[in-house]
């Protein structure tokens, strides 16, 4: 088989690991640009067959196991803004869909209701939901579930 048959298998399989993002096809890629590379040294259909095989297996059956992992791991330590997602704040100055003011770990934060309908009196514990430059969008705790 030709290298070039090899390099158009990889990016098809290239494209399809790109809509599914199940690392199966990537490896399966990665493993015909081995076959590729082992027919443009002029090995026999044979000995491509065998890399291609060779490197498959050694990606599904190593690679993705540890890749797997390591994408299910969370991360130790958010930090910055992505610190404040989910801490619990007290509010300063009722809190509307446009404006509010809260105390978020010590320190005041301009604030806006993430339901646009709801208006949080001051006293009020919310929950930051996310952080929208120097924003914090929160969300009444006594609403939640």
Do not use: C, N
Request: without cysteine; hydrophobic residues 60%; charged residues 15%.
């Amino acid at each position: 088989m030709p290298w070039f048959a090899w390099l158009l298998a990889a990016a098809a399989l290239g494209a399809a690991e790109f809509f599914t993002l199940t690392l199966v096809f990537g490896l399966l890629a990665g493993a015909a640009l081995v076959a590729a590379v082992v027919a443009g040294v002029g090995i026999g259909l044979l000995g491509q067959l065998l890399a291609l095989v060779a490197a498959a297996a050694t990606g599904l059956l190593v690679l993705r196991p540890v890749a797997l992992r390591h994408m299910a791991q969370q991360p130790l330590v958010r930090d910055g803004a992505d610190g404040l997602i989910g801490k619990r704040a007290e509010v300063m100055q009722e809190v509307t869909a446009t404006h509010g003011l809260i105390k978020l770990s010590g320190e005041e934060w301009s604030a806006r209701a993430l339901d646009e309908s709801h208006v949080i009196p001051v006293g009020a514990l919310v929950d930051v939901m996310e952080i929208e430059g120097a924003t914090a969008v929160v969300y009444p705790r006594e609403l939640l579930p």
